[in-house]
C-alpha cells in the first residue's frame, strides 16, 4: 500500500512540474512579445524625437529656396551632433538626406546631393531602423518599410512648415500642406505641384511639369 502512494504522489509531483514547467514557458514567451512590442513603440518615439531634431536643424546654405536637412555621417548613420544614433535594440538607425534644389557645394554639413532616396515624391530625408531581427532589408527602391524594418521619411512639407511657422505639427501623411516655398527668385528644379510664393508680387504660384511654367493660383 505504501509504495503505491509513493508512486501516485511522484505522478503527481510529475505532473504539478510539468504544469509548472509550461507556464513558466507561456509567461517568457508573453514577456518576449511584450518586450519586442515596447521597443517598437520607443523604437519609433526615438525616430519622431530624431526627425524634429534634424527639422530643426534644417538650413537652405545654398540659397536655392529648398531647406535642406544635415547630411547623415558615414556608413549613411545620424550625425553625432544629433545624438540617439541607435534604435532599442541598440543597433544604429540609418538615414539618408536629398537636396531637392540644385547641389550644394556651400556647406558640407549639408545634404549635397539630389540623387533620389526614395520612389516617394518631396522627400528630404528617410531614417530606417532595423527592427527585431536586427537586418536591414529596405533599400531606396522601397516606398515603404520591408519586413520588420521601421522607417520615417521626412517630407520637404514639414521642414518648410516648421521653418515658415514654427511649428513641426504638420504629419507625414499631410507633408504636402503649407509647404510653399517662399523667396524673391524663382525654385530651381521644381517637383510638379510644388507651390511658391513669389514675394515680389505677392502670388502663390504651383509648378506644372507639363509646360515647365509657374502658374499664378490666387
Known sequence: MRKGYFLIEALIAIIITGIVAAAFTMMNYYTQIQSDLLKQQNTKTMLEVIRSRLVNLAADPDSDAYFELPKEDANNTIPVN???????????????????????????????????????????????????????????????????????????????????????????????????????????????GSLWFDTNVSKLKVYSQADANWTSIN
Open 82 to 192: 544629433i545624438g540617439l544614433g541607435t534604435d532599442a535594440w541598440a543597433k544604429k538607425i540609418y538615414y539618408y538626406t536629398i537636396d531637392l534644389g540644385s547641389t550644394n557645394d556651400v556647406n558640407s554639413s549639408y545634404a549635397d546631393t539630389n540623387t533620389s532616396i526614395s520612389p516617394n515624391a518631396n522627400i528630404a530625408g528617410r531614417l530606417i531602423s532595423t527592427g527585431e531581427d536586427m537586418t536591414l532589408n529596405t533599400d531606396s527602391n522601397d516606398s515603404t518599410a520591408q519586413n520588420d524594418d521601421l522607417m520615417l521619411e521626412i517630407g520637404v512639407g514639414e521642414v518648410n512648415h516648421f521653418k515658415l511657422y514654427g511649428s513641426s505639427e504638420i504629419t507625414t501623411q499631410t507633408r504636402g500642406y503649407n509647404s510653399a516655398i517662399v523667396s524673391e527668385s524663382e525654385p530651381t528644379t521644381p517637383i510638379n
